[in-house]
């Protein structure tokens, strides 16, 4: 059934447009690119994490790889087989699981919308029963299984959308946000059945906004910006790529333009981030571990009462932020 | 299509058993779709109560089926509808059962619902008329009955495909709704209608099964003019037609919203 190749996801050179109309009466066509020659590799068994900022294209590539969209060009290949050309043999050996309220049949019972999904997707009649109650068992819903999906919280709808991408033992898993919007306990439960799963052999491919839930999980790590996967490697390779430099916080009320310039070309200074912090501002500085000069620093800013500075390790969330900001600025 | 055959069956008896429990939990649209046809029953039979029994059957049977097809545009277009809204159409789509049986579960349960405003319309006239209704050959009449349901089925079909490609249900209800009463001959005789008007009556299943119904129901009924035998060939050939065209528009519609990826939009 599955493939000899130890890869369960294969892309290459993928790109997806989208194009809609602009105008009243003389409507001119507008195409976007989401996705810009994308390649990728998912090995069998693995947990791949994709990251990337609000429209930098990962539903898109989870839609395409899950059959539900087709590519512009470029090939992708899902357990051996062309998303393209062969949608119908996929689907039987994917789960998808799409994050949020939307979904399911809500006036239905969670039981009900399983029953239904389990004869979709041609479980042998004799073990709908035993599989729904093992999958409601696994994400914790036994108690809640025959209660109207409209009276479920948001996290136990994800648990729902969840049991409904295992009923039918898919090898590859795609996992589309599933955390998002969960209170912090139902998100480590959560995060606990997705380990579960992975030491269990399921190959999962899981898109997250959060870089602590994909440094906790995955094995790899994607990053996607502006319809590019701009790096792919480990979590600790992620961070080798800023180079094992440190990070210096600045916090003040306010930062001039002169000051920041002044910043950039300290020496020992790699990189400098700025981002608004409630009312004041963060500047965030890359810097290379003796090279730099704290007194330098310090000097280079004009008197600032309210300054605040702080060294700290280099995180995959500034290796990501460093990552995102140099593709928006090429 | 699957290549799987266990997919087909088991999607129309998933299909109908969710469009069942839904409707449990919401049985309230029956009643606008029903409210029609016994307002159009009542007029008819107002009309005819003095023309005797055999016209009053032919409103009735008129009656019964705008209920029946009525239930089955508005139900298929809603719950199409629905699928987009809830969100449910990508997770269906993603299933391995191809996304026609799933509708053609929906539209046979719809065409069945509407068959209890077939049967509204028979009990309010039936009161009102106070005697029981003749029917020559009841067995027959009840295949035919099974035919109709089937040919609106096929019909119901082909308009679910436009709902899945496109939002604008409501539209389509419409013109459906209202054109299908006058052409079918539900309403009126198609004799009566415009000559131009024949070869769209004559394209829709439900007209020919309608008139065989009646060739059957009502002694001495001088329908279309190639009898009864013309009226089962012809319901079965246009419903053969519509399910074909349906199974070809429907693959057409599944690769069009793969390609414009808007199976999430409402």
């Known amino acids: 059934m599955l493939p000899s190749s130890s890869d369960v996801i294969e892309v290459t050179k993928l790109t997806r447009s989208f194009s809609s109309r602009k105008g009243f009466l003389f409507q001119e066509k507008v195409a976007t690119d989401a996705l810009r020659g994308v390649d990728l590799t998912v090995h069998s068994g693995e947990l791949f994490g994709l990251l990337g900022p609000n429209g930098a294209g990962k539903t898109t590539l989870t839609k395409i790889l899950s059959t539900l969209l087709l590519p512009t060009s470029g090939t992708a290949r899902v357990l051996g087989r062309d998303v393209s050309r062969e949608g119908a043999a996929i689907r039987p050996l994917i789960g998808l699981v799409l994050g949020g309220e939307r979904g399911l049949y809500n006036r239905v019972s969670g039981r009900e919308n399983l029953r239904y999904f389990a004869d979709l997707y041609g479980l042998p009649s004799g073990s709908v029963t035993s599989r729904i109650r093992e999958v409601l068992d696994l994400v914790g819903l036994t108690e809640a299984a025959d209660r109207r999906v409209e009276e479920y919280s948001r996290g136990m709808k994800q648990k729902l959308h969840l049991a409904r991408g295992l009923l039918h033992r898919p090898p590859l898993l795609f996992l589309d946000e599933p955390t998002i919007g969960l209170d912090p306990r139902s998100a480590r439960e959560l995060r606990k059945l997705v380990r579960t799963l992975s030491s269990e052999g399921v190959s999962i491919f899981l898109t997250t906004h959060y870089m602590f839930e994909a440094e906790e999980l995955c094995h790899r790590i994607g990053i996607l910006a502006h319809g590019q996967m701009v790096a792919c490697d480990t979590p600790s390779g992620l961070q080798r790529l800023v180079g094992g430099e440190g990070t210096v916080e600045l916090e003040s009320r306010e930062f001039d333009d002169v000051e920041l310039s002044r910043l950039r070309s300290l020496p020992g200074v790699s990189r400098v981030l700025q981002e608004p912090l409630g009312t004041h501002l963060r500047v965030t500085l890359r810097v290379r571990p003796g090279q730099w000069d704290p007194d330098a620093l310090r000097g280079a800013l004009d008197p600032h009462p309210d300054l605040f500075v702080r060294e700290r390790r280099t995180t995959l969330e500034d290796a990501y932020l460093d990552l995102v900001e140099q593709e928006v600025a090429a | ?266």
């Not at chain 2, 089926?65 to 449910?88: K, P």
């Not at chain 2, 070809?248 to 069009?256: D, K, Q, T």
């Open chain 2, 1 to 266: 299509m699957s290549k799987r055959p266990g997919y087909g069956l088991r999607g129309i008896e998933a299909s109908l058993r969710l469009s069942l429990l839904s409707f449990v939990a919401d049985p309230q649209w029956l009643i606008p779709s029903s409210i029609a046809p016994v307002i159009f029953a009542l007029a008819s039979f107002e009309m005819f109560r003095g023309s005797g029994p055999t016209l009053v059957l032919y409103a009735v049977l008129g009656a019964s089926t705008m209920s029946m097809w009525g239930q089955t545009l508005y139900g298929s277009g809603w719950a199409t509808g629905q699928d987009r809204f809830l969100g449910t159409l990508e997770p269906t789509l993603v299933a391995p059962t191809p996304y026609i049986y799933v509708v053609a579960g929906r539209v046979i349960w719809n065409v069945l619902t509407g068959l209890v405003g077939g049967v509204l319309v028979l009990g309010v006239v039936l009161w009102a008329y106070g005697q029981p209704l003749p029917l020559s050959n009841g067995l027959l009449f009840l295949g035919l009955f099974v035919a109709l349901m089937g040919s609106l089925a096929a019909v119901g079909l082909l308009f679910t495909a436009l709902f899945v490609y496109t939002r604008f249900s409501g539209f389509i209800q419409n013109v459906g709704e209202f054109s299908f009463y006058i052409i079918s001959g539900a309403m009126f005789p198609v004799i009566l209608l415009p000559f131009w008007v024949s070869p769209f009556s004559l394209a829709f299943p439900a007209t020919w099964a309608v008139d065989a119904l009646r060739y059957v129901g009502i002694p001495g009924y001088q329908g279309l003019s190639w009898g009864l035998t013309g009226d089962l060939l012809g319901t079965l050939g246009t419903s053969l037609a519509y399910l074909a065209l349906a199974l070809g528009v429907f693959r057409w519609v599944e690769h069009h919203l793969l390609e414009a990826g808007t199976a999430s939009d409402y």
